[in-house]
């Protein structure tokens, strides 16, 4: 495909309140926006999320890469987030040239979304689920082990293992038995802390807990030891990883960022070795299409089984700001795809220029 333009465009999203994790805390995302146009001026989006927070290439160094990529057109040794804004910009100039979405013309389809809640004292949060929960959601995914993210924020704020588990509790309290909880510890626990964890919060229902140790021979012990389903996140980044958790047992599920593994074509593949659900890299509006389209085509996968489970792309609420003119909209606890070919994104010519960096 011939292209006549290509623009590589940094910019940063704040949000509304910091964000944070066992990993740390961010206050702005910042994202780089993939712009490439043919011959004939039809133009396809892309998107690429440097993760800052689990050491990953900076910003600075996928700006460089995607203007290389531009001169020289070559895709062979980028970055996973890189690589996930060129498949991305490509496949959004293929669907709008032929008039189609990415999805195959699934326009009047949804998705339906988890919602995020930001790591806090257990009161807060439940607080918070409770309004998520009246914008319609019923999955519901807690970070928890962030203690020293958390304090650096919040002055005085202790994550123990025992606020962990009461944070699980307040939130079942306030949401009654009838909605879904899931917990994320981005690898904060060790091993001993995880099963001990993990087994205070059986009674509690969880759905599953993402990532609750580092590496899957640690997550293949825990998996044995408890009887809440984990999913893996940063162990499974490739189809090799998604095959070895599959052979030792780590996990029953992946959730699957585009911008660590490396855009659509690498989730679909890992998804049909392991039962998935897409989620989101704290995306612009961009990346948030890209992966509600392969939301949608997860039920052509080897594992359709995995419609049950909510996905992780309601996390455009956590911004305070857009660069879209046009986006996916968020109702209902349900993620809609907007209208138009390949992903239906419009820019905001001025909002992206005031988010620039």
């Known amino acids: 495909m011939r292209l006549s333009s290509v623009e590589v465009i940094p910019y940063a999203l704040p949000f509304k309140e910091p964000y944070v994790t066992a ?42 890469e995607l ?3 531009g001169e020289h057109g070559e895709a062979q040794g980028l970055s996973a987030p890189a690589r996930c804004a060129v498949e991305t910009a490509l496949m959004d100039l293929r669907g709008r040239r032929i008039g189609d979405g990415l999805g195959e013309g ?10 995020t809640l930001v790591a806090g004292p257990a ?11 009246e914008g ?9 082990g962030a ?3 958390k304090t650096r924020v919040q002055q005085g704020f202790s994550r123990t293992r025992e606020a962990d588990v009461e944070q699980v509790r307040a939130v079942r309290a306030a949401l009654g038995s009838e909605v879904r909880i899931r917990v994320d510890a981005n690898e ?20 599953l807990a993402e990532q609750p140790v580092a590496g899957l021979e640690a997550m293949a012990a825990l998996a044995a030891s408890t009887s809440i389903p984990l999913a893996a996140d940063e162990s499974v ?14 996990c029953a599920y992946t959730g699957i960022k585009f911008s660590k593994v490396g855009g659509p074509a690498e989730a679909l593949a890992i998804a049909d070795v392991l039962p998935a659900y897409v989620t989101s890299a704290l995306d612009g509006p961009v990346g948030i299409a890209a992966a509600a389209q392969v939301a949608l085509s997860l039920a052509e996968t080897t594992h359709p089984e995995r419609l049950h489970l909510a996905h992780g792309l309601a996390t455009q609420r956590l911004f305070a700001e857009t660069i879209a003119a046009v986006e996916c909209e968020l109702r209902d606890g349900m993620l809609h795809l907007p209208p138009g070919p390949g992903l239906g994104i419009e820019i905001d010519e001025e909002a992206l220029h005031a988010h620039r960096i």
């Open 23 to 64: 990993r740390g805390v961010l206050r702005r995302r910042e994202m780089v926006l993939l712009r490439v146009r043919d011959a004939d001026g039809v133009v396809g989006l892309g998107e690429a999320v440097p993760l800052a927070l689990r050491g990953g290439v900076s910003l600075a160094e996928v700006v460089r």
């Open 67 to 69: 203007d290389g990529w």
């Open 106 to 115: 699934k326009r009047d389809e949804t998705v339906e979304c988890n919602a």
């Open 123 to 133: 009161a807060e949060v439940a607080a918070e689920a409770e309004r998520w929960a």
């Open 136 to 144: 319609g959601f019923t999955t519901f995914k807690l970070k928890l």
């Open 147 to 149: 203690e020293s993210a």
């Open 188 to 207: 904060a626990w060790d091993l001993e802390t995880a099963k001990a964890t993990l087994a205070e919060l059986e009674p509690f229902g969880v759905e």
């Open 237 to 250: 980044a490739s189809l090799d990883e998604a095959e070895e958790a599959v052979a030792l047992g780590a």
